[in-house]
């Protein structure tokens, strides 16, 4: 089990409503022709593939984390032309042009040392003339949720620092980068900001607590005293983003679309 399928109650309930507004922008984005053949890497619930697939496009979805995806399957049941499968991003098993678009939403970061690889795997699969798209969170904040759990952190004074948001391609010219070098021409990235909805402050720490677990610098091994002062300064810091009747906090992405040469 990945730490991914782990989180899977948290990430359906406080990350993959975000996720689908994202995947609306980078579906509109790539500009897709009806019925195109499209490849979700790092597929996760399916925040891209489901939508992909109820606007009547072949959707592989390929993830390793194996109950995500088993939960992505059933969904996408009434779609007999999607599909999913267990597979390595970094290590794409397809033929050479087999997709008109390859997608990556918040995924490419979680690839480490093998993004350039997995970028360099996405254009490969998709055709001359096809497209590849990939999205991460934007600077100031990074992940929204990670920010307020790094000044939550820092509140206390104790803890080792908790970074922001530790992989990198904040900037919207790095995610640019990071295809042309894949081989793709006229990468170009937009930013655009999302109200990101958060739990009700007393029980943030515990809905989030699983998604946590995933962050580098998170620390597995807090005392139960250290615990209920980082869920009482995490809700503080929920409390002060409060901008409305419903919790949220303003959150930046950058989706980039490159082009695969004809
Ligand atoms: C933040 S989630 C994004 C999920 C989905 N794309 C979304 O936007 O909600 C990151 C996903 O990357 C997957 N992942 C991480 N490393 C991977 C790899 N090497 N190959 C395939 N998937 C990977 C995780 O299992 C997880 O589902």
Request: glycine residues 6%; without cysteine; negative net charge.
């Given at each position: 089990m990945t730490?991914?399928?782990?989180?899977?109650?948290?990430?359906r309930t406080w990350v993959d409503p975000m996720s689908r507004k994202v995947t609306a922008v980078a579906l509109r984005r790539a500009g897709l022709a009806p019925h195109s053949r499209v490849l979700d890497v790092a597929a996760g619930l399916g925040a891209l593939a489901l939508p992909a697939a109820e606007a009547g496009h072949r959707v592989h979805a390929i993830d390793l984390a194996e109950q995500m995806l088993a939960a992505l399957g059933t969904a996408l049941a009434p779609y007999p032309e999607s599909t999913v499968e267990v597979m390595d991003a970094t290590a794409l098993t397809f033929p050479d042009d087999t997709f008109d678009a390859a997608f990556s939403m918040f995924g490419i970061f979680f690839f480490g040392d093998g993004v350039a690889g997995a970028l360099a795997e996405m254009r490969r699969v998709t055709r001359p003339g096809g497209v590849v798209v990939a999205a991460h969170w934007a600077d100031p904040m990074g992940g929204p949720m990670f920010t307020l759990l790094s000044r939550a952190a820092a509140r206390l004074g104790d803890l080792p620092p908790i970074g922001?948001?530790?992989?990198?391609?904040?900037?919207?010219?790095?995610?640019?980068r990071a295809l042309r070098g894949a081989g793709c021409t006229e990468a170009s990235s937009e930013p655009f900001e999302i109200d990101y909805v958060l739990p009700e402050p007393e029980r943030a720490l515990d809905e989030m607590h699983t998604l946590f677990l995933?962050?580098?610098?998170?620390?597995?091994?807090?005392?139960?005293?250290?615990?209920?002062?980082?869920?009482?300064?995490?809700?503080?810091?929920?409390?002060?983003?409060?901008?409305?009747?419903?919790?949220?906090v303003r959150a930046r992405v950058n989706i980039v679309v490159g082009h695969v040469p004809r």
């Open positions: 730490a991914f399928d782990v989180m899977l109650d948290a990430y922001t948001w530790g992989f990198g391609f904040l900037e919207g010219a790095d995610l640019e995933n962050h580098p610098d998170y620390p597995h091994d807090l005392s139960p005293a250290q615990h209920e002062r980082l869920r009482v300064a995490l809700a503080e810091e929920v409390r002060r983003n409060d901008s409305s009747a419903e919790l949220r």
